[in-house]
């Protein structure tokens, strides 16, 4: 699926110098950079998440029937 994206000068000529230097077409930089920095985006997300959500906390099941009516 084709994509837009912008960048800045700096990272346009980065691209351009690695490109040139490696002999890899830009595309091909680009998807290789995309899919190191996922994996390391996809966890540092995950992380931060369960650092940042309260613990849970369970409720016996004697007492949800209870609070519910269908327990004694």
Not at 10 to 35: M, N, P, V
């Amino acid at each position: 699926m084709p994509h837009l994206l912008w960048f800045s000068r700096d990272t346009e000529s980065r691209l351009e110098r690695l490109a040139q230097s490696t002999g890899k077409s830009k595309k091909e930089l680009i998807e290789r950079c995309l899919a190191m920095g996922m994996g390391e985006l996809e966890s540092r997300l995950l992380l931060e998440e369960s650092v940042n959500t309260p613990p849970r906390v369970e409720t016996p099941i004697d007492q949800l029937l209870r609070e519910s009516g269908l327990g004694a």
